[in-house]
């Protein structure tokens, strides 16, 4: 079951910005209980765990990549998790989705990504993000 709704990508130029957000579908949802991850494939490569952040808010974690360019928070008043992109780069193209999962650590979600979104509690159905001169 899906019940993420992942929003926010498309086409930018080199050292553009985006803000991917995840939001529940269903309003009896509540993700404040859920650590919230955003993962993205390229084609042709393995999905990779870009950011994970706990239910509270108080721990992130990134992939090396994007340490120092992305952004990941959330508004457990406003049952969303935000992704900001910046200074973004080709290699950072791919789709991006997140995914909710209960009683896990942000190491334990981003760090070893399940193989299928599926395999999470709940999970959105991607949003592109290319970024491309």
């Known amino acids: 079951q899906l019940q993420l709704v992942d929003s926010g990508g498309g086409l930018v130029q080199p050292g553009g910005s985006l803000r991917l957000s995840c939001a529940a579908s269903?309003?009896?949802?509540?993700?404040?209980?859920?650590?919230i991850g955003w993962f993205r494939q390229a084609p042709g490569k393995e999905r990779e765990g870009v950011s994970c952040?706990?239910?509270?808010?108080?721990?992130?974690v990134y992939t090396n990549s994007v340490k120092g360019r992305f952004t990941i928070s959330r508004d457990n008043t406003k049952n969303t998790v935000w992704l900001q992109m910046n200074n973004l780069k080709p290699e950072d193209t791919a789709v991006y989705s997140c995914a909710a999962e209960r009683l896990t650590t942000i190491q334990a979600m981003c760090v070893q990504p399940r193989k299928y979104l599926s395999d999470y509690q709940f999970w959105g159905q991607g949003t592109q993000v290319t970024v491309s001169s």
């Open positions: 952040i706990s239910s509270g808010g108080g721990n992130t």
């Open positions: 269903e309003h009896t949802l509540d993700l404040g209980a859920y650590t």
